[in-house]
């Protein structure tokens, strides 16, 4: 079966293309050509077979017109004389005329003696070898001859006319036969120039005519491969220009059929994915809260009791009271980051995309954090102070921006810098990037830093409050952005990073 199937395929393979083997402008080429070439050969054939025949047919009428114009002449010897010449002259017949008793009248052969021997030789019936009759009438005869001495032939009249004459007409044949070999000759040079030149002609018209199949040919293999941007250029105001267009026309539509539908695949898929996603997102969502607040809980549960204990000490109910307000503090700092990337997952919160300056928001966001910063004598370096206009939610990128500047607050060791910069990765985005000297996250938790209660460093996390969420809307936000974000070990420290689109000179 296996052998079967590939006879089965190569002969497709071959049948394809032998289909293709030649293209449309070269087989109406050979076509045309083709067509020329048995008009060529037709007329050659016709000049071979058909033109002594014809040419035989055209003298017997000219041969009977000049017998009856002489029948009708007056019998004048002037009259007749002034004819005999005019027809001789013009068409290329000898004409004997003699009276009753075979006498010369009036001759334009070279030899009428010649001619008037024959003449009676016809009449009294001793020239019979080697005649032909084409035509006989009651007054004269016509007849194809040979005269062997001489070996010509010649298509002859002759007869007797009303008014009493005896009249011989005379013309050769054989050359007209020269004249059909030279005219056959001219017509073979002549149908081959004819040939060269309408080939050639065949060629430059076919490509023209052609040349808009192909293109179109072409356009529906873009079309096939959905590429909507190939259009028609030509403008021929004909069948083809007519079918161009409509396939301009049917491109369109069908762009913005596959788009449409496109657009409704994708959006069933999400909600395809949302609907699996949802058990498993509330589970998730239900362990994490409730292994996040259950050590606040018991904190507040702990330090209540233990504040009714000292109810009677200012200074330990105090310090109860303040552990109490923290704890309570963080959960509900907990609660909005929660209730805020719920918002973000579930698209009840969409971004609205506006052209900002990024430079600004980004001198505001350190500005408005400069107490957290001193507290933790960290050394901010922000040297960028050219307008950057940027397309994007402008609140939800500065809770990015002061998410990440957080993180680097808290975590920074060492020299204690912190360095943001922006980086034009290409001509349409910029990447601004937040480092911090310190200690770096470990592989194996790199690449989980942005999923939701995720926490590299418990203890310490715990310490400034934080609950493993921030990040989390971060990357929220980001793909709401349909932007891109990330973290990354460098040698001194840690650099947190996110992409936004250009706009104005700099996307140019």
């Known amino acids: 079966m296996a052998g079967k199937t590939t006879v089965k395929n190569k002969r497709k393979h071959y049948s394809g293309r032998s289909r293709h083997r030649y293209s449309m402008r070269t087989e109406l080429s050979l076509i045309l050509s083709a067509m020329i070439l048995f008009a060529l050969l037709a007329i050659g054939l016709a000049a071979i ?15 009977k017109t000049i017998w009856n114009s002489l029948d009708q002449t007056s019998a004048e010897y002037d009259d007749l004389e002034d004819e005999i010449a005019h027809f001789s002259e013009q068409q290329n017949i000898n004409i004997t005329l003699c009276d009753s008793d075979f006498q010369l009248i009036s001759s334009t052969s070279r030899n009428p003696e010649n001619a008037i021997v024959r003449l009676f030789g016809f009449y009294s019936g001793f020239f019979t070898d080697d005649i032909r009759i084409v035509e006989q009438h009651e007054t004269y005869m016509i007849q194809e001859s040979a005269e062997q001495k001489i070996r010509t032939n010649y298509l002859e009249l002759w007869g007797m006319l009303d008014n009493g004459y005896w009249c011989y007409l005379q013309t050769p044949l054989q050359s007209m036969k020269s004249v059909a070999r030279i005219t056959l000759r001219f017509l073979m040079i002549i149908g081959i120039i004819v040939l060269l030149i309408s080939a050639i002609l065949i060629w430059i018209a076919a490509n023209r005519y052609t040349k808009p199949i192909t293109e179109l040919s072409i356009l529906s293999k873009r079309m096939a491969a959905q590429d909507f941007n190939a259009r028609y250029s030509g403008n021929e105001q004909n069948e083809i220009g007519e079918l161009g267009r409509n396939f301009n026309k049917m491109s369109d539509a069908l762009e913005k059929s596959i788009s449409e539908l496109k657009s409704a695949n994708t959006e069933l898929l999400k909600d395809n994915e949302r609907k699996s996603r ?10 994490n809260v409730s292994h996040e607040l259950k050590t606040p809980i018991a904190l507040i549960q702990g330090y209540a009791e233990g504040l009714r204990e000292v109810a009677d000490d200012p200074e330990s109910r105090d310090f109860y009271t303040e552990v109490i307000i923290d704890e309570a503090e963080k959960m509900n700092m907990m609660v909005r980051k929660l209730l805020t990337l719920n918002q973000l997952e579930f698209g009840n919160d969409p971004v609205q995309l506006e052209r900002f300056d990024l430079t600004v928001l980004t001198k505001g966001v350190i500005s408005g954090m400069q107490i957290m910063i001193e507290e933790a004598e960290a050394n901010v370096q922000f040297n960028y ?12 990128i500065e809770e990015v921006l002061t998410n990440y500047l957080s993180n680097a607050v808290h975590h920074i060791d060492g020299e204690k810098i912190i360095e943001i910069s922006f980086d034009m990765i290409d001509k349409k985005h910029v990447r601004v990037t937040v480092f911090n000297t310190g200690q770096p996250i470990p592989e194996a938790d790199l690449p989980h830093v942005f999923e939701k209660f995720y926490k590299v460093d418990k203890a310490r996390t715990r310490e400034y409050g934080g609950s493993g969420i921030g990040l989390s809307i971060v990357r929220a936000i980001m793909e709401g952005h349909n932007q891109k974000c990330g973290a990354v070990n460098l040698e001194q420290g840690v650099a947190f990073w996110f992409e936004l689109e250009l706009c104005g000179e700099e996307s140019a």
């Open 49 to 63: 077979f058909g033109l002594e025949p014809f040419y035989k047919f055209q003298k017997t009428i000219q041969l």
């Open 278 to 287: 949802v058990d498993e997102i509330r589970k998730e969502f239900l362990n």
């Open 385 to 396: 102070d050219a307008p950057l206009p940027v397309w994007g939610d402008e609140f939800k």
